[in-house]
């Protein structure tokens, strides 16, 4: 499966990705904005056991962002359990060349989009960084609103940061 955005491409995750995802995940702007559980520095290892991890998705959650042919992010969601079933967190990067070109505002909105129309989701939760404006304008460029901010909740780097917590419920897209 394929979604097709103006100038990428939303797709599955495969071996022959294993070198570009080094290549542009092994990059600190990135992994300052991540949870602790995106790696840095990104090893060769780290890229094939995430591309091991999601080699048979069915149906897809996590995607690659593929331009020119080339895998230079990831978007995906985290689908939980219990009362959260149908509420998933909403996770994305892409590569710092491709930062302000409009292309993760979009592929936020096809993911979403693919959520509430195929995998029965009734709201896509995102959380940001307070040091990271950049991700809460690409939100609100999808049509995603901020539901609050958590003060002091996380530590990054050693660094207590804010919380920005977004949400979307399928009506604004």
């Not at 979604?3 to 491409?9: A, K, L, S």
């Not at 939760?125 to 040091?131: C, H, I, R, T």
Request: glycine share 8%.
């Amino acid at each position: 499966m394929q979604i097709h955005g103006d100038n990428f491409t939303l797709r599955g995750w495969f071996p022959e990705d294993a070198a570009a995802l080094l290549k542009y995940a092994d990059n600190p702007n990135i992994a300052a904005c991540l949870l602790d559980r995106f790696p840095h520095p990104y090893t060769l290892q780290d890229a094939n056991n995430w591309i091991s991890r999601l080699q048979d998705q069915n149906p897809l959650k996590n995607f690659a962002i593929a331009i020119n042919g080339e895998v230079a992010g990831g978007i995906g969601l985290e689908f939980r359990t219990d009362i959260y079933h149908k509420t998933p967190l909403l996770g994305y990067w892409l590569a710092e060349c491709y930062w302000g070109k409009g292309i993760m505002p979009k592929a936020v909105k096809l993911v979403s989009d693919y959520a509430f129309k195929q995998l029965d989701v009734i709201c896509i939760l995102a959380y940001v960084f307070s040091k990271n404006p950049n991700s809460m304008r690409v939100l609100e460029k999808a049509g995603y609103q901020q539901q609050g901010i958590i003060k002091r909740s996380v530590i990054k780097n050693g660094e207590i940061l804010d919380e920005h917590i977004y949400a979307c419920n399928g009506i604004t897209l």
